[in-house]
Nanobody, 116 residues
Framework: QVQFVESGGGLVQPGGSLRLSCVAS????????MGWYRRAPGKERELVAS????????DYADSVKGRFTISRDNAKRTVSLQMNSLKPEDTAVYYCKPQSSTFTSWGQGTQVTVSS
């Protein structure tokens, strides 16, 4: 059974940092590029960062470029998202998922709230 368990969210002040983690199971993790997505209140879910199977290549949405860093550990089946200089507009539920149409289910996500 495919599962994604996201963690690391919380309440942080503007300018603060958080590190999100996602442990994946039920599929061959190393075979897939991975993405971090987010859904803000009243908005569609969007891709914020992605990483290739080997971890060599990464890509970011313009809104987070220079502030977020995605990484992965294939041995631990984990993908992480380091978020710095957080802004109120980063408030959302964050999810991880492979970048493949094969996967249609989502984990429970982790809530990130940026507020003073």
């Amino acid at each position: 059974q495919v599962q994604f368990v996201e963690s690391g969210g919380g309440l942080v002040q503007p300018g603060g940092s958080l590190r999100l983690s996602c442990v994946a199971s039920g599929f061959t993790f190393v075979n897939y590029a991975m993405g971090w997505y987010r859904r803000a209140p009243g908005k569609e879910r969007e891709l914020v960062a992605s990483i290739t199977r080997t971890g060599v290549g990464t890509d970011y949405a313009d809104s987070v470029k220079g502030r977020f860093t995605i990484s992965r550990d294939n041995a631990k089946r984990t993908v992480s998202l380091q978020m710095n200089s957080l802004k109120p507009e980063d408030t959302a539920v964050y999810y991880c998922k492979p970048q493949s149409s094969t996967f249609t289910s989502w984990g429970q996500g982790t809530q990130v709230t940026v507020s003073s």
